[in-house]
């Protein structure tokens, strides 16, 4: 039994030691000959021959013809030398790759976010992972906020860049980016357009181009709450799905909308934007991911979404 013990923990260190005795065995084979072989593995030579020969003896195959002048290796030594540096690359290279998703370096990151969020925060976090972080493949997913909470519920998304912020989900973090008030957004030949700022109530008699309440939460609530408040009942003549269709039908003249203040600094033709200032509403640009779902290249995005708000708020009060 003590016997069978030993032998059993003598081939385990023999197994342990297979990837070093590859990496000798290399030397010795390019190099034909153990005293330069020890020389390049910075090693005596003694210790080398004898790591060879515990090699042969775990394979109980002959690799080297040390009697012959110069050195030769047999047909079993030349067909490992091809296998032992295929091996050694193939460590080599999961070594590399298995450190590198361990520091969020690569993988894939599957993004959901609001279509507002292009003029604001969203292209300069794009900017900064992608220049950090080359090899993590972006998968970029315009979305509504209400699409965004059920795309993390059910793990189709990794992370949203969301407005409003989402209800309390159970489950779901969230982050706040950036935080700015609504603007007008009217054909360029509406009478509101020449204004620099207008009441709430300057919308009584409007027709209101809005989003979609459904999936919750919407934008539109937010922007219905207020209007209520105020006292104004709105016409809403058209649900679209994105903002660029929103604009799109402003600039046509079929009615106006509401946008976040980030958007008039894109120049739309046809459209201008007006200032909202009595009871103005505000809305928030928020991150928001799973609690119980974490990866290195999430920690690494949310990272540089607080770098990438603090820039913009900084941006903003100087």
Not at 258 to 267: L, N, Y
Request: net charge neutral; charged share 25%.
């Amino acid at each position: 039994m003590l016997c069978k013990v030993l032998n059993r923990k003598a081939s385990s260190q023999r197994n342990r030691m297979k990837h070093r005795h590859l990496r000798y065995f290399i030397a010795v084979a390019e190099e034909l000959h153990f005293t330069r072989a020890a020389e390049r593995l910075n090693m005596a030579q003694p210790p080398l021959s004898l790591q060879i020969k515990q090699l042969e003896d775990d394979l109980d195959t002959v690799l080297i013809e040390r009697g012959s002048r110069p050195m030769r290796l047999t047909r079993a030594g030349e067909a490992l030398l091809g296998h032992a540096k295929r091996l050694l690359e193939l460590n080599t290279a999961a070594r590399a790759d298995v450190i590198r998703i361990g520091k969020g370096q690569t993988g894939q990151l599957n993004i959901g976010f609001v279509g507002s969020a292009l003029y604001s925060v969203l292209p300069g976090i794009l900017s900064e992972f992608r220049e950090q972080f080359p090899k993590v493949d972006l998968s970029l997913n315009e979305m509504l906020a209400g699409q965004i909470a059920i795309g993390l519920q059910q793990q189709t998304i990794d992370v949203g860049i969301v407005r409003p912020a989402l209800s309390d989900l159970d489950g779901i973090e969230q982050k706040p980016l950036l935080e700015e008030p609504l603007v007008l957004a009217v054909h360029n030949a509406h009478p509101l357009a020449g204004r620099a700022q207008v009441p709430l109530s300057s919308v009584r008699h409007e027709r209101l181009i809005l989003y979609p309440r459904h999936p919750k939460p919407s934008l539109t609530d937010s922007i219905l709450e207020a209007l209520r408040d105020t006292g104004v009942e709105p016409d809403i003549v058209q649900d679209v799905l994105h903002l660029q269709t929103a604009l799109i039908l402003v600039a046509q003249g079929i009615g106006l909308t509401f946008v976040a203040q980030s958007v008039e600094r894109q120049t739309r033709s046809g459209v201008a934007f007006v200032e909202i200032g009595e009871k103005c509403p505000k809305t928030t640009l928020s991150a928001a991911w799973r609690k119980d779902v974490s990866s290195p290249s999430l920690e690494n995005f949310l990272d540089v979404c607080a770098r990438q708000s603090q820039i913009h708020r900084h941006n903003d009060t100087s």
